[in-house]
């Protein structure tokens, strides 16, 4: 009797499945064929879960008619979806790219009183992002709040993730903080350190911060190696080198450093100027367990070429050849590049020889160095040369190589040629942009072309470049004639904080920075005798200070930054203060500077730099210090221009003394001097009659790997002269002919007065030998 009943229930149970699959095979047919206007009545066919299940997974059946049966289903009143339905039809959708159908399901959905599982919440968000449709992604999650359902932390790090590679980096930071809302769940640190990058590259430094705390505040999340290494690089390049420094000390007494995390330090530490404290950790790094890499090298070549460490420069490259690194284009770029600003011509283009040799493709960027080298070193003719010989071969030149060659002809007068070129330019397909227009526009100001408009407008025709030139003219000088709105109190515009001889006031409070440098005794007191890199340890345990700001810059300021447009009106500010200062017009030039800091535009460097130059030379001091002081009070680091300014002014003052402290301060604080710099040290150091530090900075010179210009020969000949040192003035000048550097005019004046002075010596020897006859 069991088996019989058994028997009945099993074919009972065939019959059934055998009429389910006659059922679907007959509404697939049906649907294929004429879709659902075929169909009959919904009440006349015995729907279910299961049938409509089969029929959503048949492969044979078009999605769109998988979605029409699904809608043709919730006609009658007697059948309700089930979450699993939904599911189904969500997930066809999703593949057949039907995301405009979605927003009409879920309403049904939430009518029906269902919710479909999380996982298929994820599969629409990633359909979504996928498709690039991120605000109906956002929807979803508000849908998903809505409707009750948990998302668990892995789907949220998936959703952060697509939506920073996407570049969608705003979405990503409203799910992370909505995400951390409840402090229920966290995203993960792999999802964090994305953000954390994205941010960084986006320059979002105010969001990166935010995160950062948000982070830092929780007690469910610990930054691992890569999320220090973030930090530390990102805060060190926004000058930030508290936070980095702190980082570097927290990360060390737990999870402990790796060779990204002293590449980041080394690269934090140059680009703040502090190459030597760079130089030092290099070597810490040699003795921790890790090997430099290849990026390690280049960015001490970089850093050392910068700061005119030529010696340094060119022994780590040595290095890094004997260790079977390959020094790739960049990192010839940056040496030749040094070389070059150090004077070192001959030595630059035998660099150049060597890299070409040795197999490294010469990018459009060496030859711009090149080119412009040589026209900084007075070999004009042998640039351009190069200039048309590339240009021959068509593939080595690009629009900043025709901008280089641009401005040296406009330094040179020669206006006609400069614009000769810029058609060439445009007829070869490069864009003009805003650097050439500024070389071009100083060159005409300065040969008095008051109808540059039309020349501007017949040679550079292509873009929208010229017409917001000409706009922004016209309006700025529509602003330069109304009467001034603000400060009719007649309060000065750069009101000085003390005076510009107390100039050491602005640098001496070490104290309240890292810069300031502990008695031995107590940085061995805090130093770990066993510590791998002691010298950082020094260094991190220097931070006092939680506003620390950064005092000196390694690069210097841009008058043209082509940040696009957000910089194009204070570029344009940049360009008109040069014709205007250079003209002498002073008023113009701080009226103008006046109506842009009212209208919000934020100054550069370039911008106080200039400014404050021409208070120096006009001897307005007290207005050059408050030039000064406002460029501290908007954290504007100062650059090797700022402490040339700086060592002009006080020389002019007569405070050589004061001149040589902030020498010293500077080179402590991992500055470095130029060129340009040891020309105004000698000078100023010479009127002062302190010939003994003349010479010893003529020696630091030449040690540092500068070779001394024309302009430094001509200032040792004339201060020595008139310091009554004829003999170092000649041995000067024998020197200077030796070096192969051409006299000038100026060397011409300075060699008549010298030869004035030894005449007078001679007749003042003769005389003492009269008299001393007529007296034996």
């Known amino acids: 009797m069991r088996h019989g009943r058994s028997f009945v229930v099993n074919s009972q149970g065939s019959h059934s499945q055998l009429g389910d699959l006659l059922l679907v095979a007959s509404l697939t047919k049906t649907l294929s064929e004429s879709g659902t206007r075929s169909l009959p009545d919904p009440l006349s066919i015995p729907l279910s879960e299961p049938l409509l299940l089969q029929i959503l997974r048949t492969k044979t059946l078009h999605p769109s008619k998988k979605l029409d049966f699904f809608r043709w289903c919730s006609l009658t009143h007697t059948f309700k979806h089930s979450a699993l339905s939904y599911s189904h039809i969500f997930r066809t959708v999703c593949r057949a790219g039907y995301l405009h159908e979605v927003p009409g399901l879920l309403s049904s959905m939430k009518e029906d009183g269902v919710v479909v599982h999380s996982d298929t919440f994820k599969a629409l968000l990633d359909a979504f992002i996928r498709s690039g449709k991120f605000d109906y992604a956002l929807e979803i999650l508000d849908v998903m709040e809505e409707l009750g359902t948990s998302l668990n932390t892995d789907i949220y790090n998936s959703v952060l993730a697509a939506l920073v590679r996407k570049n969608q980096v705003g979405l990503a930071l409203s799910i992370f903080f909505k995400l ?234 020669l206006l006609e040629e400069a614009l000769k070129l810029v058609e060439e330019m445009e007829e070869r397909g490069f864009v003009v942009d805003l650097v050439t227009v500024t070389s071009l526009l100083i060159g005409m100001y300065r040969q008095g072309q008051w109808d540059w408009s039309d020349r501007l407008m017949k040679h550079i025709r292509n873009g929208n470049l010229v017409p917001n030139v000409l706009r922004w003219k016209v309006d700025m000088e529509a602003l330069m004639k109304n009467s001034q709105s603000k400060r009719k109190d007649y309060t000065p515009m750069f009101p000085s904080k003390g005076d510009f001889g ?27 005798p066993w510590s791998s890199s002691p010298y950082m340890d020094q260094l991190a345990n220097q931070v006092n200070s939680t506003d620390y700001s950064q005092l000196f810059s390694l690069s210097r300021g841009k008058r043209v930054q082509e940040r696009g447009v957000d910089s194009f009106d204070m570029d344009m500010v940049n360009t008109f203060l040069s014709i205007f200062l250079a003209k002498g017009k002073l008023s113009l030039a701080c009226k103008l500077f006046e109506i842009f800091s009212d209208m919000g535009a934020n100054p550069v460097s370039y911008t106080y730099n200039s400014i404050m130059s021409s208070f120096v030379k006009k001897g307005y001091f007290n207005e050059a210090w408050g030039v000064l002081d406002d460029m501290g009070e ?143």
């Open 180 to 413: 951390l809302q409840g402090n229920s769940q966290f995203p993960s640190s792999i999802a964090c350190n994305e953000l954390l990058v994205a941010l960084r590259k986006a320059d979002m430094r105010v969001e990166f911060k935010q995160v950062f705390d948000k982070l830092r505040q929780s007690n469910g999340f610990e930054l691992d190696t890569w999320g220090y290494n973030i930090c530390i690089h990102a805060f060190g390049c926004w000058g930030d080198l508290v936070t980095s420094l702190s980082l570097f000390k927290e990360m060390k007494d737990s999870i402990g450093p790796d060779l990204c995390t002293y590449n980041s330090l080394i690269h934090v530490l140059c680009f703040a100027g502090k190459v030597k404290d760079a130089l030092i950790v290099w070597e810490e790094l040699k003795g921790s367990g890790h090997e430099p890499d290849a990026f390690t090298y280049r960015i001490l070549i970089q850093g050392c070429s910068k700061s005119y460490r030529m010696a340094d420069a060119t022994r780590i490259f040595n290095e890094m050849q004997h260790n079977g690194y390959s020094p790739n284009t960049v990192v010839y770029n940056a040496l030749i590049d040094g070389l070059f600003k150090a004077r070192k011509v001959n030595e630059a283009c035998q660099l150049f020889e060597k890299m070409v040799q040795d197999g490294v493709r010469a990018s459009p960027w060496t030859h711009n160095i090149l080119i412009d080298g040589l026209f900084r070193n007075g070999r004009a003719e042998a640039g351009y040369t190069l200039f048309c010989d590339l240009k021959k071969k068509g593939q080595f030149v690009d629009n900043v190589t025709y901008s280089i060659v641009v401005l040296q002809l406009c330094k040179e007068g």
């Open 634 to 776: 908007n954290v504007c680091p100062a650059d090797i221009a700022t402490y040339n300014v700086i060592i002009q002014g006080l020389g002019k003052m007569g405070r050589a003394d004061l001149a040589s402290s902030v020498l010293d301060k500077l080179m402590k604080q991992g500055g470095y001097l130029d060129i340009v710099m040891y020309n105004t040290l000698i000078n100023a150091l010479g009127k002062a009659g302190r010939m003994e530090e003349v010479n010893k900075l003529f020696a630091q010179m030449k040690t540092s790997g500068i070779n001394p210009d024309i302009v430094t020969f001509n200032t040792l000949i004339e201060v020595h002269s008139k310091a009554g040192r004829l003999k170092d003035a000649y041995k000067f000048l024998k020197m200077m002919l030796d070096a192969g550097c051409t006299p000038n005019h100026i060397t011409d004046t300075t060699l008549d007065f010298l030869g004035k002075e030894i005449e007078k010596l001679r007749y003042q020897k003769a005389s003492m030998m009269r008299n001393k006859d007529d007296s034996a």
């Open 502 to 528: 107390e100039i050491m006031d602005l640098i001496r409070d070490a104290n309240s920075t890292m810069d300031g440098v502990k008695d031995e005794e107590n940085l061995s007191a805090d130093t770990d």
